[in-house]
């Protein structure tokens, strides 16, 4: 079955840096375009990139545009979130996700803080 494993986050000051990985398992992860989202508490989940199979990011969003850079490595079955020059709003749970046959999958999440 599909899994997703978040990994990476943590407590970062404004202007730092993170790398977060999600590690999947259950499907021919290489076909699959990949999602990043984020969430905070009483609010929507926001998409913040994707990425086809193939390694090429198709959109970001407005907000990470210049700061954050998605990538994949296909033999491992891995997908990362470069976070640069973080600010306290990019504060959320952040998740990865694909779609399959019409449904969403989810990874647990993994927080990401950032505070001075």
């Known amino acids: 079955q599909v899994q997703l494993v978040e990994a990476g986050g943590g407590l970062v000051q404004p202007g730092g840096s993170l790398r977060l990985s999600c590690a999947a398992s259950?499907?021919?992860?290489?076909?699959?375009?990949m999602r990043w989202y984020r969430q905070v508490p009483g609010k929507e989940r926001e998409l913040v990139a994707e990425?086809?199979?193939?390694?090429?990011?198709?959109n970001y969003a407005d907000s990470v545009k210049g700061r954050f850079t998605i990538s994949r490595d296909n033999t491992k079955n891995t997908v990362y979130l470069q976070m640069n020059n973080l600010t306290p709003e990019d504060t959320a749970v952040y998740y990865c996700?694909?779609?399959?046959?019409?449904?969403?999958?989810w990874g647990q999440g993994t927080q990401v803080t950032v505070s001075s």
């Open positions: 996700s694909i779609r399959q046959l019409g449904n969403d999958y």
């Open positions: 259950g499907f021919r992860f290489s076909i699959y375009f």
């Open positions: 990425i086809t199979g193939s390694g090429v990011p198709t």
